[in-house]
């Protein structure tokens, strides 16, 4: 079975300031993928990043970046000078690399205030 | 953007009543997918589809049935809605051959069960 933990429920921080957001992962699979996606309060889910499970290589994508840790079974997400805009609920998902079914953690509700 | 329509989009039912929820996608795609989206629980598989007619159980399959006679329709049907089936309802494709692996995600149908 497949599992996925976002420990924060909520966070809350100012514009301009950095905001990382937890996923850790369980299965049994030895090839995977894992996600990130992004909820805005309009409810369509906006894809963010893919990874394989046999690329560590960390990734930055303008202001986002993320950090994969097999070894600690950690995929996080970090959102760099935090703007308004990036208020949403971001869930982290893993998935097979059969039939690609998704298991999405509880979610993270990231506020960013001005 | 992936062609992925969810129908209806809203809709409020009784206690008991027969409920079907069509997905339609134009990207002739493989894989389709039903999720369910609950506060706490992120996003969960209902069903999904690997072909047409070839479908399997997700995570919370009680109570839902699903039927995909052609490629770019997939219905979820409940038998005799129920409270707890109150949810909203994303629909999702993906094919073995898209690049990356992502899965795009329909609007989503907001169901109220009373």
């Known amino acids: 079975a497949q599992k996925v933990t976002q420990a924060q429920t909520e966070i809350s921080v100012v514009e301009k300031e950095d905001v990382t957001l937890d996923c850790v992962y369980e299965t049994r699979d030895t090839t995977y993928y894992l996600f990130w996606y992004k909820q805005p309060p309009s409810g369509e889910l906006v894809f963010l990043i893919r990874r394989n499970s046999f690329d560590e290589q960390n990734e930055i994508s303008g202001r986002y970046s993320w950090n994969f840790q097999k070894s600690t079974s950690s995929f996080n997400f970090t959102i760099t000078a935090s703007q308004v805009v990036d208020s949403a609920v971001y869930f982290c998902?893993?998935?097979?690399?059969?039939?690609?079914?998704?298991?999405f953690g509880a979610g993270t509700t990231v506020t960013v205030r001005a | 953007d992936a062609g992925i329509t969810q129908s209806p989009r809203h809709k409020v039912t009784e206690t008991g009543t027969p409920v079907t929820l069509r997905c339609h996608q134009t990207?002739?795609?493989?894989?389709m997918y039903w999720y369910r989206q609950d506060p706490g629980h992120g996003l969960r598989l209902i069903h999904y589809s690997y072909g047409v007619k070839d479908t399997d159980k997700g995570e919370v399959s009680d109570g839902y049935s699903v039927s995909r006679s052609k490629t770019e329709d997939f219905l979820l049907t409940l038998e005799s809605a129920t409270s707890s089936q109150t949810s909203v309802y994303f629909c999702?494709?993906?094919?073995?051959?898209?690049?990356?692996?992502?899965?795009?995600f329909g609007p989503g149908t907001r169901l109220t069960v009373l």
């Open positions: 990207e002739n795609h493989r894989y």
């Open positions: 999702a494709i993906s094919d073995r051959s898209l690049r990356d692996n992502e899965q795009f």
């Open positions: 998902a893993l998935s097979g690399m059969v039939d690609y079914k998704l298991s």
